[in-house]
């Protein structure tokens, strides 16, 4: 995938398959708990199925890794290839992304025969591969790894939204929701100057995280923790939502629009603020960091604060001097019974939730590194050609799978998309800028 | 429900409950076919989900029946009266009709256990029933019956149109479509002069067939048979779908912006014209009355071919004369293995098709008779509220419950809908006029 | 035009070009209080613009009348064929109907210059037409007089629309608007039977309003004036356009998006309603009937009121049985200050205001009577076209030309239109019937 | 306006009024050739009526300097501080920017009263002004005048829309459009290393321009003039607006949607291009550059030629190191016969076509730079709330009035936008990249 990944050491065929089947079954086990008619429902566009996120990781394997080197290959079934194809135009015709909740068959059921079918295939093929050809493979198989993972963290935003538009309010998980004590925000200090952007090392990582390359940054002070609940009623009582000069022209037609005045899961009732959560809806927790918040509130709510947004060269360069890796990133099923949002703030040479709280609005849009080409063929459709009208967010949250955050991540997202579990982290010029 | 039905003799406990019986289960054969994702999807405004229509029908019996008469009653569930309600104001607030298809839950199940609390409640009310709450009651309760049978024609329209719209193309029943032999269109004359219109006598009517009132008719003709799919094939051969001057100025504008050039469920393969039926896709079958077709279309064809659709009074009148009744209607589940299009056209008195094939458009908007009244309450608005907008369609399709046509039932649906089994039958001015 | 004109006597050269002459005159004398940026605007897609009434209109008597019988006929410009074509198919392509107001050129004072280029070729065709062809000739262009005429109340309607989105609030004419005193509404009796419907005698009509046909009527009783300012307030006041049980569906789904909550030109500031009309903006008249609602407020209303609208047929009779002739219209710029609303209401045979006042809905659907053919050719498309989705409004209002009112003149709208002059009459079931 | 024109030296109150009489006239000269007609029309909502440009830039004077400066301030007319802010949220609510077309009052005539009466009025302020006051003034008055090129320029690409609505194809100007010869492409080499990048100097600058600031560079190349016509139908020829591959996903999306195929002015009649022009419609010359391309459109002619965009600081950066000034630019009314497009392509430093031909689509996002902080009050709505969604063009057109355009100049459109006078200048990584 990407010209690090490309042949590099470290992938045997057993440590392949324990991985493949790790992944694998994640998914199902996040989508365990959803009923057949749960994993049908698309409640917007931007949303997709539970069961079509199922398949469409499937096919993503069959596509890309048995097609051409399976002995005798051919598709479960032709017209997935059509169904389950996201957006890759190089692989032919797709069936429209806001119609997929049209689709009642196959079922979620179906969709299972349809996985072990796949898996069946992919593990007889990591047996049986040669030397060389796993050499050539590695690098897909893997990229297979990472895109089922974005898509089990999808999965978890997606169906938050579906069951969010339920009057009968279900839970999705029946584990309470963490509470926080909300304590004082602390500033890092960072110095400027020429610095390296840019995944580094051996390690897998996106095209987009490439090519590591220098960028020229002035002093700049980072808070040591994301924006709380309590702090954006603060924001609400000021008249945020209210007050034309904190927006940027767009995000004000929006919220006018739109008739924002909280984010996206809160409701009011009786004056009190309500969050539907996956666990439910509970009263909003002041200690917690805010989320479901897009772009344009992140960007007023920093105006407000006489703040500012990071850029993602800042984000990037301020978690690698302050030595917030991954290494601890907690925000997963695994080992939180946290959902959202996350608790268990980390704290990690001065920052705190880097990686397992919510994904963080950096003030960059969402373009090619310098020097950037993209892969040959359709898995070069898989990040450059979204390069545009969308703005940088780093980090992780709460539902991104253990091992799938790193400092270097670009995650994107229009600016006023609210479903994902966004947050804020505030910035500011340094003291000798 | 309408002023001859209210306290006629002729309901007792026992045939009432026994009715009642054969109502609810036959609706529950018709969702029997439909995995819990198929009864999820709602695949466009129009339609409503199997469950939703489920569910409703049981809402109907609980709010106009149960809630004023059953002892110490209390709703199922409360949010399930929003949900379910599907159109009355006078019952509260309703959930978003082109929504129906977000709510997963209750799913296809908890909706069987909603009815079968229902039915367990119901049942004990007419055990119990003195005679004059019977007296009162009967005629709500004969009511939830047709409003049932409504919903099971809809039910199979609905997931006509949402098995339509996946590439899978699933069957919805496996037996094989039925054929027929095209024959000659004969004429039927009927004489004019001062006609009664509306339901007669003492048998279950909706309230806008009534008042019974004179109108003048001048003589005419009426096809003994609707058009049949060889017949529309010619149309579209000559350019019927490309020539304004055959069409209504809203018909020209929604076949251009809808690029309409067939009937709704015909695709054209290589030169070849197949159809979406309940039982799969197959070749279109000249022999069969064409079907799903919109006012516009029907207008236009009868434009074509140098004769006019009959109004709704003419209609009625002719299956009047001619001794066409609904003893022989025969397009329902229990009598014929056929759900669309109605191979067994009846011959009655001259007339062929009358109500058990397709829906016949009229050309008659759909308005109140002279001196009509809706009923006070919220069960008022079942009727009235629609009369604008829509065009009257008369006789019954093979989608119709046996028991439910009759010559004096009104049907309606917007000008320009198509996803109704609907059809045409020719009219003319009669030789005298 | 219609089977009664064709080749019927009393056409001489002298005096259709004295009527021509009269005719095309008015339309520049309505035309000239307004500046070329006024005859520019289309202030909504139902609109158009001032210079295209005038140049259509032209384009009219070129096309129908020159095109064929001017010796060497070239057209003044070619792509004023394309774009002064309202919406006859058979002529060729038409320049989009909203776009009319994106059209800068040709200007008003260039459109003047086409009307007189027209009218001298019209006068020499005049004088010169043999017998045999003046025979020919004389309906289509009393057609085009006729139709020149409806384009003069259209230019009056939509130039108030025009201006009334002006913050300015520019008034088209100086004249101050005409009050009226309340009076007491009184019921005329008709008796119904087998009636006689449609145009009669020797003079102009529609083809719409042929063929006179019989119908049968129930006895009713019709308002002796029409619904006043002062009585819709009253509807106001009672809530009329917060119950949903006084509405039909689509009625009360319009009144819901579009916040309507009264009459299309009432303003309503500190708790005093104000009316935009072609004088300026004045509070609402209590006396003066009320005008600018649509069908669904018409229908609402009378459903409020417990009384019903008058089917068209109704109308015709009681206005032919109660004597009601146009030659008392008086609503016209040669004779009264009053261009809305009509204050010197006519009592005639006991029904006033039914020529001059506003155009009053009916509860009859704009259909084809029986019989109907509309004439071969691009004029055909005339009326018969727009024979769906639309209601039928009978009478004549205060901007209808002199001459231009009769009672067999059938107007239409769709059911939610309000820009033009609209108002209501009640009716009721007969003491008999 | 920007902190460094605020009190500086260089203004007197003669060179001001001089300057003022100066801009003021030029607009007046721009708009004479239109009729009120021509004025009136908004032929879609991102372009306004010339008369409004008109009337709003001299609101800016009214507004911004006469309402808080002239003894005795009342403004000419209440309902115009209302008609004419553009965008003001500080200033009070606004005309609703899409319906500037609807407004026929005040007419072309008025308009030009109202600019007469505040041209007066500010001679008498400048005439009168105390040395402080003057000081104070000075940046608002100048900013006053950058204001008014900017719609100078705005209202030549606005009518030029209106008049490409208009079928009769109508020229703004007679003056026949320049050819040029297809000449060699070549590149500029520049070194890459830590770059200034923003406004230097006492000269006037726009807020956004600012804070100067410093950049890290790769080593460039970039071309020497704009693509051609000629080049871009060899891009149409080689399927360029048919191969997904080289298109940003919206890029396709937009495409798809509205069927572009070739420049936005450029119409295919029998196989050749003709292009739309202020002077009328000729055949595409193949030797100018092309203009009136979106962003998407440039991104994907420079993946087809394998080249990209130059980012702003690019630009910026290598019209300073070649020494491409303002100075020689002649792309304006008083000193070319051309509208668009530039024949007269300067060569200077070794770039041509840098600033007088047309704007320059650039990969970057238009974000505030490092530091940047809008001025309190109305007047910082100017720029900053604008920064998202919008793509930065560098350099000016042949449209820009002469002197407006500076190297450090921002200008910026959103992605889709192809209305403005936009053409592309290919990029590339430099040699030892």
């Given amino acids: 995938m990407t010209s690090t990944t490309e042949g590099r050491a470290g992938w045997d065929p057993s440590t392949l398959q324990s991985r493949y089947d790790v992944v694998r079954t994640y998914t199902e086990t996040l989508a365990a708990p959803l009923s057949p008619e749960d994993q049908t429902v698309q409640s917007m566009p931007d949303v997709s199925p539970t069961k079509w996120h199922r398949a469409h990781v499937t096919w993503f394997f069959e596509t890309f890794v048995l097609a051409d080197n399976e002995p005798g290959f051919a598709p479960f079934q032709d017209k997935y290839w059509f169904l389950f194809n996201s957006y890759y135009e190089g692989i032919g015709p ?98 400027g100057g020429l610095v390296e952007v840019g995944h580094e090392g051996d390690g897998f990582c996106f095209d987009n995280e490439l090519p590591r390359h220098e960028q020229w940054l002035r002093p700049f002070r980072i808070a040591d923790r994301l924006v709380t609940n309590g702090e954006w009623l603060e924001f609400i009582a000021d008249g945020g939502y209210r007050r034309h000069e904190l927006w940027l022209s767009d995000g004000w037609a929006k919220i006018q629009t739109e008739h924002w005045q909280a984010p996206f899961y809160w409701t009011e009732v009786d004056g009190v603020w309500f969050e539907h959560t996956l666990h439910g809806t509970f009263p909003v927790n002041p200690g917690l960091p805010v989320s479901h918040v897009s772009f344009y509130e992140a960007e007023a709510y920093a105006t407000w604060a006489g703040k500012r947004l990071p850029s993602e060269a800042e984000w990037e360069h301020a978690a690698r001097v302050t030595g917030s890796t991954t290494d601890r990133v907690t925000g997963n099923l695994a080992n939180t019974t946290s959902w959202h949002p996350e608790a268990a703030g980390q704290s990690t040479g001065g920052l705190r939730q880097m990686f397992g709280d919510c994904w963080e609005w950096t003030s960059s849009a969402y373009h090619p590194y310098p020097g950037f080409r993209p892969p040959a063929g359709a898995i070069g459709e898989y990040n450059g050609k979204f390069m545009s009208n969308q703005m940088v967010l780093r980090g992780g949250c709460a539902l991104t799978p253990a091992g799938h955050a790193r400092a270097s991540y670009r995650n994107f997202f229009p600016h006023q998309s609210r479903w994902a579990l966004s947050g804020v982290r505030l910035a500011d010029d340094g003291a000798t800028a």
Same sequence: chains 1, 2, 3, 4.
């Fill in 94 to 191: 797709r069936y429209s992304r806001p119609d997929r909740g049209l689709i009642s068959r196959p079922g979620a059921h179906d969709v299972g025969v349809y996985r072990s079918n796949v898996d069946d295939r992919m593990r007889d093929l990591l047996t049986t591969l040669d030397e060389g050809t796993l050499t050539k493979l590695a690098a897909t198989i893997e990229l297979g790894f990472h895109h089922e993972q974005q898509h089990q963290e999808l999965l978890l935003m997606d169906i938050k939204h579906v069951l969010s538009r339920n009057p009968l309010q279900p839970a999705y998980a029946g584990t309470p929701s963490p509470t926080a004590e909300t304590d004082q925000l602390g500033w890092v200090e960072v110095d």
